[in-house]
């Protein structure tokens, strides 16, 4: 079986998560890769974590690195049939219903700070995260992500 940044669905929606983050933010997700397959293998293996979700009315998470998937102590199968709001303790999903609303009508949100829990109930604060809408390259929209660098365990 192959890697799961080697599959031609992850390589497009690698894509679309750079795609989309310069189209928001200006930035470039990872400066220098143009090379779909280089970019998909790269944003996995990145140092930082990112996770998507579609959506849906609950939306489910699509897509998690390498480093998501260790924070959140999930394999991929599991994590892309989870609803994006158990990535949050139940007290604080309000506040991060609220972020998402904020990000789909600004585009994104630079510097969010919040905490998450793992499968096994391990919490960890995120900060300085990047939130920011996913758009077809039509410009449709087809969910959120988010990226991140800075966490603790609690």
């Known amino acids: 079986m192959s890697a799961v940044w080697q599959r031609q669905e992850i390589i497009a929606h690698s894509a679309c998560l750079a795609r989309s983050f310069r189209h928001f933010t200006g930035r470039e997700l990872l400066p220098g890769l143009s090379d779909p397959a280089g970019l998909a293998r790269n944003l996995f ?7 998507s979700h579609g959506t849906e009315t609950d939306p489910i998470l699509n897509y998690g690195n390498a480093a998501a998937l260790r924070l959140w102590e999930m394999p991929w199968e599991e994590l892309t049939r989870t609803p994006s709001r158990l990535t949050a ?6 506040e991060r219903a609220r972020l998402l609303a904020a990000v789909a009508a600004q585009g994104f949100i630079d510097d969010y700070s919040g905490v998450r829990i793992s499968k096994t109930g391990r919490r960890f604060r995120i900060a300085r995260a990047t939130v920011w809408n996913l758009v077809t390259e039509q410009g449709a929209r087809c969910g959120q992500a988010a990226m991140f660098s800075e966490w603790e365990h609690l």
């Open 45 to 51: 293996d990145a140092p930082f974590a990112l996770v």
């Open 89 to 94: 303790e139940a007290p604080v999903r309000d």
